[in-house]
């Protein structure tokens, strides 16, 4: 062992004449590690929020969705649907129409947004029809069993709208378009009944609360649309080159189309949460500036409890370089044990919270529980912060050891 580390380590252990002196060191190390602990839990969160958030959006939508520019929807879509999907990149294609349209089940009702869809295309392109929690999404396909029997078409909701107006499957709802019939007495809205075959969870809210599915036919005729489409959805084999991607649909398309990726269509709420991340490590990273102040008051009050002890080594040889060195590795020691004291607490509550889940309300947060997702990298960051706050903090204290005069020191002694 070094010699200055030797008497760093030794004037970090020895019983005070002041109190306050332990005191202070005990705190200064407690509130590094609650500052750590804090910024690895803060961290954790935020990058499992963005994890989740992207997964779930990723596995419930396109990567890529083609649109006519006109809302006048497409028109002879099967020859645009199989040369789009030989673009390059391109790994799944499937159709959809969409429509805004009102659910209800008794006096109970909500509002909702129909994808008409082909099952087995949907399914390449996202996965809510294989979230199926009751029921099954195979009652979708061309002929199905169970809506037949009651000589009605197909219909899946989410788990959240079915709790809202109360259906379970086997239950009919009724399904009313604003894109109704033109009759004598004005635009009358169309409504049909469904027969609920399946109810879908994804964990995201925005989804589960108001998307249902049923078969391409019977929205278009639902929607008194024949044989038209709204959308052409994409998976591509690199999601982080969606955009890239997106432009050459769109070229390919040709004029009246229009691209949006999931990029553009979720950057707001990434940004939003990239912010929030950056201003919580600078929050947190206060906790541990607070510690240093108290590293600080430390040792400045050890230097002036040791200022004979400075002395005598100094009359024995000891330089002002080798004194300084004692204080500033006084003052890591105490920042390393807070540290690592910090980084056991912070990961091992975010494998506690990654592991028991704490529930959210999906209503405000989108995602049902919180989710924790510690990585490697942080601890890194976070230990070089606080570890160079912490030595930023042993500058004065050390500098004041090395300019100790030692017959100032010891003239009365």
Not at 29 to 44: D, P, S, W
């Amino acid at each position: 062992m070094r010699f200055e580390l030797f008497i760093a380590a030794r004037y970090l252990r020895a019983k005070r004449r002041q109190a306050v002196v332990g005191v202070i060191t005990a705190i200064s190390v407690i509130g590094v590690a609650a500052g750590v602990a804090a910024l690895i839990i803060a961290l954790a969160i935020t990058n499992g929020m963005r994890r989740d958030l992207q997964e779930r959006l990723l596995g419930s939508t396109a990567h890529v969705d083609l649109m006519r520019v006109a809302a006048d929807g497409m028109k002879d879509w099967r020859p645009l649907l199989e040369r789009l999907r030989k673009v390059p990149h391109v790994t799944a294609a499937a159709p959809g129409l969409y429509g805004q349209v009102l659910i209800s089940h008794g006096v109970r009702s909500g509002g909702g947004l129909i994808k008409g869809v082909l099952p087995e295309d949907e399914k390449t392109v996202g996965d809510l029809l294989q979230k199926i929690v009751e029921g099954s999404a195979d009652a979708l396909e061309p002929v199905s069993d169970a809506a037949a029997a009651q000589g009605l078409p197909a219909i899946v909701i989410g788990k959240d709208m079915a709790e809202d107006i109360g259906v379970r499957v086997g239950d009919s709802v009724m399904v009313t378009s604003p894109q109704g019939d033109l009759t004598p007495l004005g635009l009358v809205p169309k409504y049909q009944k469904y027969l609920v075959v399946g109810i879908f969870r994804s964990g995201f809210y925005q989804y589960d609360s108001s998307y249902a599915f049923m078969r391409l036919k019977d929205a278009q005729r639902l929607f008194s649309e024949p044989d038209l489409i709204s959308v052409i959805s994409f998976k591509v084999d690199d999601l982080y080159k969606a955009d890239q991607v997106a432009k050459v649909i769109e070229q390919e398309a040709g004029k009246g189309f229009q691209t949006t990726s999931w990029m553009e269509q979720n950057r707001e709420l990434f940004r939003a949460l990239k912010l929030e991340q950056i201003v919580t490590f600078i929050v947190l990273a206060l906790i541990v500036c607070v510690a240093a102040l108290n590293i600080l008051i430390a040792l400045t009050m050890m230097v002036m409890e040791k200022t004979k002890d400075i002395a005598v080594l100094m009359s024995f040889g000891v330089t002002e370089e080798q004194v300084r060195r004692i204080f500033l590795l006084q003052g890591l020691l105490i920042s390393v044990i807070g540290t690592a004291l910090g980084l056991v607490v912070g990961y091992g509550a975010s494998w506690a919270g990654g592991h028991y889940r704490f529930p959210l309300d999906a209503a405000v947060y989108s995602i049902d529980y919180l989710p924790f997702a510690p990585r490697a990298w942080d601890a890194v960051v976070v230990a070089a912060v606080s570890l160079g706050v912490s030595l930023v903090a042993t500058i004065y204290p050390s500098s004041s050891a090395a300019k100790v005069l030692p017959a100032e020191a010891l003239r009365y002694e």
